[in-house]
């Protein structure tokens, strides 16, 4: 999963859409939901290039598994930041 994020950003950071999809949620509802332009998200030195998926309802912007291991963070649950999975340099994979 790459990003979703609520109806209010999309329209807040002017972002086309640029098809239409059904999802099935963790509830196991499904949604229509709608998919943007590409979107660029930055993080100190680095980056992450792709689409994010719109749904109603919701509040915070979610950032999934493509994202993080892209720009090689991960999750620290303890103090509720992100960090670099392998220190304070970025391992890229060719």
Known sequence: MGMVIPEE???RLGLGISRMREVRLA?????????????????KDRDYT????VLSGLREPLMGLLPLEHMDLIVDPVNQTLVGAHGDEMIGYI
């Open 50 to 53: 792709g689409n994010a998926w």
């Open 27 to 43: 509830n196991n509802q499904t949604e229509v939901a709608k998919v943007t332009d590409l979107v660029e998200v930055h993080w």
């Open 9 to 11: 950003l999309c329209q």
